[in-house]
């Protein structure tokens, strides 16, 4: 049991290095040119090693891809306003900062090489709307209103994301909140109360 333990701890610490070597890696070229030798030089650790934790660098880049919609997916899932403005810019901040501290994240935005993280995204958007829908009481028409209204936001979020991304984040993280939680309160909230 305590050996096991150990390898555990062991395999963690090495996929930290993978992945930390990865992000470090993102400052000097963009994820689709990172090569297994980069990472193993940048991690410490020889290739063999790579290989045990990862098939080939799309694998790598898969399982940052499924990390990165997963943190959008537990985001989401604590976007409760309540017609609360302040919980709502709140939330619509730490989107901003997540998307600008994530430099995977903000390539995956600028890219030609996004149709696979687009692809999990939009499944992980139709995981949120199902599972959201059964806790808002109503009708069966309010809960298609409601779900429009989710993937209406869902979507002018991203494109506001998209835009601000592309435009190498040249307002502040609190404007573009602001600007979020301005269109949500001006139209969107009345289908979440």
Same mark, same amino acid.
């Given at each position: ?61 898969? %399982?940052? &891809?499924?990390?990165?919609?997963? =943190?959008? +997916? !537990?985001?989401?899932?604590? /976007? ?18 997540? %998307?600008? &501290?994530?430099?995977?994240?903000? =390539?995956? +935005? !600028?890219?030609?090489?996004? /149709? ?78």
């Amino acid at each position: 049991m305590a050996e096991s333990l150990v390898l555990d701890e062991r395999y963690a610490v090495v996929e930290e290095a993978i992945i930390g070597a990865f992000f470090l890696l993102l400052n000097e070229k963009d994820a689709w040119h990172i090569s297994v030798s980069d990472i193993v030089k940048r991690a410490g650790i020889v290739r063999s090693t790579f290989y045990n934790h990862y098939k080939d660098m799309p694998a790598l880049i898969n %399982a940052i &891809e499924d990390n990165t919609v997963n =943190d959008v +997916f !537990v985001m989401m899932k604590q /976007f409760h306003p309540h017609g609360s403005r302040e919980l709502c810019r709140s939330y619509f901040l730490s989107m901003c900062n997540y %998307a600008q &501290e994530n430099k995977f994240l903000s =390539d995956i +935005f !600028v890219s030609s090489n996004a /149709f696979s993280y687009l692809e999990k995204s939009l499944k992980m958007f139709h995981k949120y709307i199902v599972e959201t829908l059964p806790r808002i009481p109503g009708t069966k028409e309010n809960e298609e209103c409601i779900g429009l209204a989710i993937a209406y936001t869902i979507g002018g979020v991203i494109g506001i994301l998209h835009k601000w991304i592309k435009d190498d984040f040249d307002l502040p993280a609190e404007d573009v909140a602001e600007v979020l939680t301005d269109i949500f309160f001006s139209g969107t909230i009345k289908y979440f109360s």
